[in-house]
């Protein structure tokens, strides 16, 4: 979408190596978020970010981690990838909780 | 927090009108309703959202039970591309959206 840009689109790791999943946005919002998606689990919310260097967790952040040290930009960590990790992750970006604009996904395959 | 109940899956045919239900007996005064969908390969993108009223957009209508326990997607006519994922989410009154498993929408030509 126009507006949010994710990278990689696709990679494939291995497991135990670190990984850095990039989220990037032109819009200027204050809100920026990372789910996960598995089938039969649909959107999972890993972390959470409110403003520069403001992160929380969501329903899934054991094993990951984000910063935040510019508004365009969101970041996300697999400090040792796992095969569980195996996903496809999408960020997200809105300026309050009405209308988020989803990224297109990078899909992620730990072997 | 809000639990939902949406149907696992729906058929439709194209042109025909379509009717998905959420139920949400939990939702707490204050909280929206929110509806998403994920087209096939796609995030997820926002279709309509609202708290006691019907709403209406160029996307679909919204209708909201009097007791606000369950709400109503009406896609008016549906076409091909409809075919998706449709996300029901009461808001918690927070700074994030919980997303469930959602109903997944065939429309048949």
């Known amino acids: 979408d126009a507006g949010i840009t994710q990278s990689p689109r696709h990679k494939v790791t291995e497991t135990g190596t670190p990984v850095t999943l990039r989220c990037h946005q032109t819009e200027n919002h204050r809100y920026m978020y990372w789910y996960r998606q598995d089938p039969g689990h649909g959107l999972r919310l890993i972390h959470y970010?409110?403003?520069?260097?403001?992160?929380d967790k969501g329903e899934v952040s054991d094993g990951y981690s984000v910063s935040r040290s510019k508004t365009e930009d969101f970041l996300l960590t697999l400090e040792s990838a796992t095969s569980s990790q195996t996903s496809v992750y999408f960020c997200?970006?809105?300026?309050?909780?009405?209308?988020?604009?989803f990224g297109s996904g990078t899909r992620l395959t730990v072997v | 927090d809000a639990k939902t109940t949406q149907p696992n899956s729906m058929e439709s045919n194209e042109e025909e009108p379509v009717h998905l239900p959420c139920n949400h007996s939990?939702?707490?005064?204050?909280?929206?309703i929110h509806w998403y969908r994920q087209l096939p390969s796609q995030g997820p993108e926002y279709v309509i959202h609202g708290l006691t009223s019907n709403v209406n957009n160029r996307m679909a209508s919204l209708a909201i039970a009097e007791d606000r326990k369950s709400s109503t997607l009406i896609l008016h006519r549906a076409t091909l591309r409809d075919a998706a994922v449709y996300y029901c989410i009461p808001e918690r009154n927070t700074d994030k959206l919980i997303f469930g498993t959602g109903t997944r929408l065939q429309v048949f030509p």
């Open positions: 970010s409110y403003g520069v260097k403001d992160t």
């Open positions: 997200a970006i809105s300026e309050s909780i009405y209308g988020y604009t």
């Open positions: 939990t939702i707490s005064g204050t909280d929206y």
